[in-house]
């Protein structure tokens, strides 16, 4: 096989498994594709070929092999919402939301005025996000610019896919943490120019929400929003009935507090709103219609008593709402998408729903791209796709080894039933390599 030297082509070798369709509306066993011995084949970065083994091998002989045998490769993770300023608070208690951001989450912002702060935490947060499995993110960070630059200065040096913009903030937070509806703006607009759609690296439009934003605020990210249609929107949406109730009294011409965002033309097929526990059927409807997305993070949802969101009702048949997983951190207990999926099933059974592993995971991967608009570049494993995945150790821990000691990997079933004891069982150890743009970015 002729192949051009100045482009660097590699053979992974494992059990494969992604989805092709959305197990909640398809027969789940339908959705997902697993080859028990595969062979990918990752060129320039871009999966060329994926298949099994046996009928590759001979086609791909000269390519030396990465073997993973008895290893499970998945889709990289995809986490549609978290803070990276707030790394260093994870685990501080309080009470609910309000009080939690006024005692942690502002001074701890603080800091990333200094450019060099920003860029040591933002290389330990993305080197997290590796270490766990996870290769795209919609990530918060502060008001200030340097906080975004450092981020995607980080980024870039691991050709991560990055979202994240400025945050926007001009009440309701300390004085050091407020910009004007004039500088957001000015300041954001400068940082899409620089940073939106270089390399994997794009940009969101962030109001932080809508208790810190004026309406001027909000009309000013709307103009952007129109101005730079391919960008994100990206902010809070209904997280605790406080919340709420503030917002109504600080909008009170709006009919709810989606209204609020819709107003300003912030309510888009690129817009994702995290939380979103108290939304009203028509909230649910308009989302739908939108095109929008909400972020499900129930780490968070239950470590701030915030309450228990309705995957079910989101993904309905009628009014179907994107939906993708988010650890949330620092609110967020754990960067470990397992242990996400883990607080999500728990949050399902407490209302009478079943979040299956296969529906889990579809979140986790596919869902979670299609919730962020980048479905044709991340989330399986179809050729020409990005070749960012994860190798997982289903036995990696003594009671993990125990408890899958009987599965027969060529038995889709059996599998599934594996992907259900990393959801409960599961955590970083279970992630034994991390693969970015087809390169080893992170390997225990």
């Known amino acids: 096989m002729s192949q051009n030297t100045d482009i660097k082509i590699s053979a992974i070798r494992g059990s494969f498994l992604d989805f ?30 994926l298949d099994t083994y046996d009928k590759l091998k001979y086609k791909y002989s000269e390519i030396p092999v990465t073997s993973y045998p008895g290893m499970l490769i998945l889709p990289g993770f995809i986490d549609i919402h978290i803070h990276y300023p707030q790394t260093e608070i994870i685990a501080s208690s309080s009470t609910q939301l309000l009080e939690w951001l006024d005692k942690y989450t502002f001074p ?76 957001g703006y000015q300041d954001s607009k400068s940082l899409i120019k620089k940073w939106h759609r270089k390399g994997r690296l ?52 709006s009919r709810d507090y989606l209204d609020v965002y819709e107003k300003f033309g912030l309510v888009t097929s690129k817009s994702i709103f995290a939380h979103c526990i108290y939304l009203q059927d028509s909230e649910f409807d308009r989302l739908s219609q939108a095109g929008s997305t909400i972020a499900f993070c129930p780490t968070s949802n239950l470590f701030l008593g915030s309450g228990l969101f309705s995957i079910n009702k989101a993904k309905s048949q009628n009014n179907p709402v994107k939906v993708g997983l988010a650890t949330d951190v620092g609110g967020g207990t754990s960067f470990s998408i397992f242990k996400t999926m883990n607080d999500a099933y728990k949050i399902s059974q407490l209302q009478g729903q079943n979040l299956s592993s296969l529906k889990a995971f579809y979140l986790a991967t596919l869902g979670g791209a299609i919730s962020l608009s980048l479905e044709d570049k991340v989330g399986n ?54 693969y970015v743009g087809g390169n080893l970015a992170y390997e225990i």
């Open 20 to 49: 092709i369709s959305d197990p909640f509306y398809y027969p789940e066993l339908e959705t997902v594709r697993y080859i028990n011995d595969g062979l990918m084949i990752v060129s320039g970065g871009i999966i060329q070929e």
């Open 202 to 253: 794009l940009y969101a439009i962030t109001p932080r929400f809508a208790i810190t934003s004026t309406s001027e605020q909000l009309y000013l990210a709307g103009i952007l929003k129109q101005e730079f249609p391919d960008v994100y929107v990206h902010t809070h949406l209904s997280e605790q009935q406080s919340e709420i109730e503030k917002v109504a009294q600080l909008f009170p011409n």
């Open 381 to 434: 494993f179809e050729v020409g796709k990005e070749a960012d995945f994860v190798v997982i150790d289903t036995r990696v821990t003594p009671l993990l080894k125990l408890r899958n000691a009987r599965n027969n990997p060529n038995s889709l079933t059996d599998i599934v039933d594996e992907l259900f004891t990393l959801i409960i069982l599961g955590n970083e150890r279970a992630v034994k390599a991390t």
């Open 108 to 183: 701890v912002e603080g800091k990333f005025h200094d450019k060099n702060y920003a860029q040591k935490i933002a290389s330990f947060f993305l080197d997290q996000l590796l270490q766990n499995g996870t290769t795209t993110a919609l990530v918060l960070t502060t008001i200030y610019p340097q906080s975004v630059d450092a981020l995607f200065e980080e980024a870039e040096l691991r050709n991560m896919r990055i979202i994240a913009g400025k945050m926007l903030m001009d009440r309701n937070a300390p004085d050091y943490l407020q910009d004007t509806p004039k500088t």
